[in-house]
């Protein structure tokens, strides 16, 4: 399947997930892992619900007049739903950590395990916004 295709329904009647690389992930979750030198391939799941959010990167810190709406736009998103502009949110979505400098495990384990939940959670739509 090409990475990139046309949707097969409009965005007003589709269910969307986000998926980010900004390390967004809730407080008791682990944090990713900054300090590997090939870069952290695990991933966080995130419910659609979710209000306290926080993120794990290294050019963005929580309260230092950061905007983690303009990485992960959950209330973005959220309001495009209320509107009428988004059919629905998934009940989950996920992040990874930028900078990932050996691909590999993402290509091999992760990203097939991630496209699979996204599966499982009859996603029409995928956001990704890369950090």
Do not use: N
């Amino acid at each position: 399947m090409p990475p990139f295709v046309s949707p097969k329904k409009p965005l007003e009647e589709s269910r969307l997930a986000l998926v980010t690389t900004g390390g967004v992930h809730l407080p008791y979750q682990p944090r990713f892992d900054i300090d590997d030198p090939a870069g952290d391939c695990s991933y966080r799941e995130i419910p659609k619900e979710a209000t306290a959010l926080t993120w794990t990167h290294a050019y963005y810190r929580p309260g230092e007049g950061s905007d983690l709406d303009a990485v992960f736009p959950i209330w973005t998103l959220r309001g495009l739903v209320e509107e009428g502009l988004v059919g629905e949110l998934a009940p989950r979505h996920f992040s990874f950590m930028g900078a990932i400098h050996d691909p590999t495990p993402l290509v091999e384990r992760t990203a097939p395990e991630l496209a699979g939940r996204l599966v499982e959670d009859g996603v029409d739509v995928v956001l990704l916004t890369p950090s």
